[in-house]
């Protein structure tokens, strides 16, 4: 008989609870969460509590938005029996872990991050945890020997970097990291926000992944247009999202130029795909205690595998007697 070694693939994921999830995440990074669940041998999809501090500085805002994102998470098709849902602050090992990586990333390694650039080029000051921000991002991954990681196109650099700290402790120490491959959709460009710059929360110009009918009406109409040419082009690349090139073809054929008509039918796609969401999560937020339970059983199976990671790292590290 032939043995086959195989290696387990894991999935693992994250987003931030700064704020409500919205159409950008979802089809930049969720949807892939949910529609590759089932193709891994393990998937684990946790909340960067500790991501979030960042920017996020508010207790009562803070336990919200995880409690929302975990509901959030589920309404989406997430499967908690085969899933492992859990918060990142729960889970020590992850911030003790990103220590043992500052050790060996350099100062200008770090400087080449996109975000560092971007607040450098702004002459804004950030805090230690925004510079730092890759590091911990890789320890999340890393922790868990994660083999394959579904993000956006933005995280890219953040992937690599991620890669590029495995090998470095693997050269150093000998090989304990599993490189995690990133899974973006390529043909997802960067969904645009109502004010054609990047879909995010940080700019106040999204639609959220759960908004109301009456929300999504008043939120399309904001899309700013370019006042020439026949197709306006940030409701145009919305609209790609619902529905094909071909199913929209006629129909900005039809209304030519009359930009109040195809926001009126993007609203109305919109609110067609969000309301059976809508509906799911309405009904699991019921629910809170039930919810919470789902974080307590995934804090308990992440623990134990970054806990015996962890004790491995600090093994090879030379700290144990
Ligand atoms: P935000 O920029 O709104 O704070 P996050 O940084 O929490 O979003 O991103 C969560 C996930 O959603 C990431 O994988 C990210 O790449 C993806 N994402 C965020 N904004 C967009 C967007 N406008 N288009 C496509 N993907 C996005
Ligand atoms: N940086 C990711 C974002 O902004 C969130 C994140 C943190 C993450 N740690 C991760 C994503 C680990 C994937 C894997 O969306």
Redesign the pocket.
Known sequence: MLLLLVMKERM?????PSGRPHIGNYFG?MRQFVELQSEYDEVFIFI?DY?ALNTLQNREEMRQNILDLIIDYLAIGLDSKNVVLYQQSRISAHTELAWVFDTIVQMGYLKRAHAYKDAEAKGVDINVGTFNYPI??AA??LLYDATA?P??KD?KQ?LEFTRDIAEKFNKIYGDIFTLPESIIVESVETVPGLDGRKMSKSYDNTIPLFASREEIERLVKKIVTDSSGDRPENVYALHKLFKSEEELAPIYEEYKGKYGELKRILAEDVDAFIAPMRERRAEIAKDVEGVKEILDNGANIAHELADAKMQLVRDRLGVVL
């Open positions: 693992l994921s994250g987003v931030k990074a960067a991501h911990l991002m999340d991954i990681v993000v956006g995280q953040h």
